[in-house]
């Protein structure tokens, strides 16, 4: 019975992987404005349609220290207009590392797409820009159930051929 749970909890983990996300990722641009440094990160690594978050970390460009009161606002529009725009606040709550700044976006579809952020200090507007390419959206699990579950298949087919050969030596042995 414990090896069922262990093998559920297993796939379920499997399953809902794609939907983790976490502060950080792969920088996409790093800007220094006026005295502060802004960092863009993105994470999953490659980009793809879905879901996608975007890290931001305010220092200040002297000493490297966090910028504990800036607000950052996240735009991301597809560069041939196709899509209408994402906008969203990055904030310290959607987070998981309270130095950054993080706003979750759904990617409808892939392509070339640009990523702005505009960083508000003291009343100063610091603003950053980077293109990216994302990548399709990988298959769904349930798309990919041939090809992961087919070891499971013959796992299943090893395992009742071994209950019978043990069945039918039982019996030679009872009956012998």
Do not use: C, H
């Given at each position: 019975?414990?090896?069922?749970?262990?093998?559920?909890?297993?796939?379920?983990?499997?399953?809902?992987?794609?939907?983790?996300?976490?502060?950080?990722?792969?920088?996409?641009?790093?800007?220094e404005q006026d005295g502060y440094r802004i960092t863009v990160l993105m994470s999953p690594t490659p980009p793809r349609a879905g879901?996608?978050?975007?890290?931001?970390?305010v220092q200040h460009g002297d000493t490297g220290t966090i910028v504990e009161k800036a607000e950052v606002a996240v735009l991301m529009r597809q560069t041939d207009g196709s899509q209408l725009p994402l906008r969203s606040m990055a904030t310290r709550a959607?987070?998981?590392?309270?130095?950054?700044?993080?706003?979750?976006?759904?990617?409808p579809q892939s392509g070339l797409w640009r990523l702005s952020t505009i960083v508000t200090v003291h009343d100063?507007?610091?603003?950053?820009?980077a293109d990216f390419e994302a990548a399709?959206?990988?298959?769904?699990?349930?798309?990919?159930?041939?090809?992961?579950?087919?070891?499971?298949?013959?796992?299943?087919?090893?395992?009742?051929h071994r209950g019978l050969v043990n069945r039918s030596e039982r019996r030679c042995r009872d009956h012998g």
């Open positions: 019975m414990n090896r069922l749970k262990l093998t559920a909890i297993v796939l379920l983990v499997m399953l809902y992987a794609r939907f983790a996300l976490a502060d950080g990722g792969t920088v996409l641009t790093t800007a879901p996608v978050d975007v890290s931001v970390l959607a987070a998981t590392n309270k130095m950054f700044r993080a706003a979750l976006f759904m990617l100063r507007q610091l603003e950053s820009e399709a959206a990988l298959p769904q699990f349930s798309d990919l159930w041939f090809w992961t579950g087919w070891p499971a298949i013959a796992i299943g087919l090893f395992a009742v």
